[in-house]
């Protein structure tokens, strides 16, 4: 009797072992995409006709698209922190790419290390690396930044790290940063003419465009040495307009160099894929060239595709999002508990249909401005007087109102017009922030001279 109660313990032991590994195997692989500057409106998958995306709009056919995604501030550095923590900009504190969040941060890195998935990052921006930005606290496997990698360095080694996770040992995140939409737009070849018309110079001394946009650059901007060799001898704006689209079909050509290895590892059905931005860029709204100044739909608005085991395919949710957002969706499909501190909340109730109203709350680097997002309405409110960009002054005490569903461009104030609607909104701003009881203190990062360089490089004052 004693024999068969062993035997039954040990069998019961053998079983419990198998359904732990059965458990280990079917959890789900996390990669998310943060394509830098990308705009929400360009490629297939948004409704654009013009900038081809087949990887991307394969793989909005293949999970959720969230058509009305924002950031909560559009600076990268900050942007980054919202998205691997899940708090507002006003309680991690980093306002700018020289920030450095604070060690008690809680990061979805730190989160699901501790919960038994390997954690990698690759990114693309010295302030990015740990010792700037702190965001990949966490990380196990980093691919640091020493000089800015285009997509398809950044794929020679997300690709082999895939290869390595093929025994499924361990699930694993990984955070990839792409960097090709970011100003100085990286389209090589083809793709750097494919949207500019045949034929046509964009150096031709006729073209006076470009140098109208010049007048309009912020000023660090116009003696960026960096910027001038970028442009040099460009005369047509419409040029580098097609180049940034460009850029985007090229990121969408590597994006499905990912994916198609995901599928030949087999990885991919097991793997919950997250493509997205930390900002937008405008191109010449509101007199805004090639940055991501103000908080106007072209930078506040950003793609977001969702695709994961047990989404229904090729949904499209219409209901407002943004970055905060992200972290504890990933974290419940992990079947990983959700912080008190995040912000956010889980997304996958609006994908099963649920059509409450929502708001979007977002901020400016520097915290300049802030801004309120409705389904219908956006409340901007200026809280500084900052000379950056020469067609768009930010005045303290200013303050806009657009009804997005009339006015898309943005292009009419209402504030005076409507009175009780401002201060409606500004009341539920204000309730946000007061409801968000979490805060950190940020710091101050030391940038060396490489840094500062990359920095300028990329249109950005020290």
């Given at each position: 009797?004693?024999?068969k ?18 458990r280990?195997?079917?959890r789900?692989n996390?990669i998310v995409i943060t394509?830098?500057?990308m ?8 409704g ?5 995306t087949p990887?991307?709009d ?7 698209v969230f ?6 501030i559009?600076t990268t ?9 899940s ?5 991690h504190?980093?306002?700018s790419n020289k920030a450095?969040?604070?060690d008690?941060?809680d ?5 699901m ?12 921006m010295r302030w990015?690396?740990p ?10 496997e980093?691919a640091?930044c ?10 020679r080694?997300?690709l082999p ?7 499924g ?8 940063h ?6 100085p737009?990286?389209?090589p070849?083809?793709?750097?003419r494919?949207y500019?018309?045949a034929?046509?110079?964009?150096r031709d ?5 470009l140098?109208e946009?010049?007048?309009q ?6 003696d960026?040495e960096f ?6 001898g460009?005369t047509d704006?419409?040029?580098v307009i ?5 850029s985007?079909?090229w990121?969408?050509e ?10 030949k590892?087999g990885q ?11 900002h937008?860029e405008?191109l010449?709204?509101?007199?805004l060239w ?6 106007f739909?072209?930078t506040?608005r ?8 047990g ?20 974290l419940?499909?992990a ?7 995040a912000?956010?909340?889980d ?7 649920d ?6 709350f ?5 915290a300049y401005l802030r801004?309120l ?9 200026h ?6 960009y ?6 303290k005490g ?14 009419k ?10 201060a409606?909104?500004?009341?539920l701003m204000g309730?946000?922030r ?6 950190f203190?940020?710091?101050d ?7 500062r360089a990359?920095?300028r ?6």
């Open positions: 009797m004693r024999g109660a062993t035997l039954a313990a040990g069998l019961s032991l053998t079983l419990l072992a198998a359904a732990g590994f059965c280990e195997r079917s789900p996390i394509a830098d500057a705009r929400a409106d360009m490629g297939g998958f948004s654009d006709g013009e900038v081809k990887h991307l394969a793989l909005a056919g293949q999970g959720v058509e009305r995604a924002y950031t909560n559009t550095t900050p942007s980054h922190a919202t998205i691997f923590s708090l507002y900009p006003f309680q504190r980093a306002y450095r969040i604070s008690r941060i990061t979805l890195f730190e989160i290390r501790g919960a038994g998935w390997h954690t990698a990052a690759i990114v693309n990015l690396n010792e700037v930005s702190n965001i990949v606290q966490g990380v196990e980093l640091r020493r000089h800015v990698r285009g997509a398809a360095a950044t794929n080694w997300v790290f895939l290869d390595r996770q093929r025994d040992k361990k699930p694993f995140l990984l955070w990839v792409y960097v090709d939409t970011h100003t737009y990286r389209a070849g083809k793709y750097a494919r500019y018309p034929g046509r110079d964009p001394p006729r073209f006076t465009s140098a946009a010049w007048k650059f912020p000023a660090h901007h116009r960026n910027i001038k060799r970028w442009l040099g460009i704006v419409d040029y097609g180049t940034n689209k460009g985007v079909s990121l969408d590597n994006v499905g160099r990912l994916i198609a290895r995901l599928r590892n991919w059905d097991n793997t919950i894929f997250l493509f997205t931005a930390d937008g405008s010449g709204e509101h007199g090639f940055l991501h100044g103000g908080l739909e072209p506040a950003i793609p977001m595709i969702l695709k994961a085991p989404l229904p395919a090729g949904r499209r949710v219409e209901t407002l999002v943004s970055l905060v957002d992200v972290m504890p969706t990933l419940k499909m079947a990983v508990p959700v912080p008190a501190a912000q956010g909340e997304l996958r109730p609006l994908i099963d249909g059509v409450r109203q929502r708001v979007v977002m901020e400016h680097a520097g801004a997002v409705t389904p219908s309405y956006k409340l901007i409110v809280r500084r007087t900052r000379n950056i020469p067609a768009y002054p930010i005045r200013r303050v806009e109102l657009y009804d997005l569903a009339a006015d898309a461009g943005e292009g104030n209402l504030a005076d017009e409507k009175p009780k609607l401002v409606r909104l500004r009341k309730e946000i007061r409801g968000a009881k979490v805060s203190s940020a710091g990062a030391e940038l060396d001279d490489q840094t990359m920095l490089s990329l249109g950005y004052t020290e």
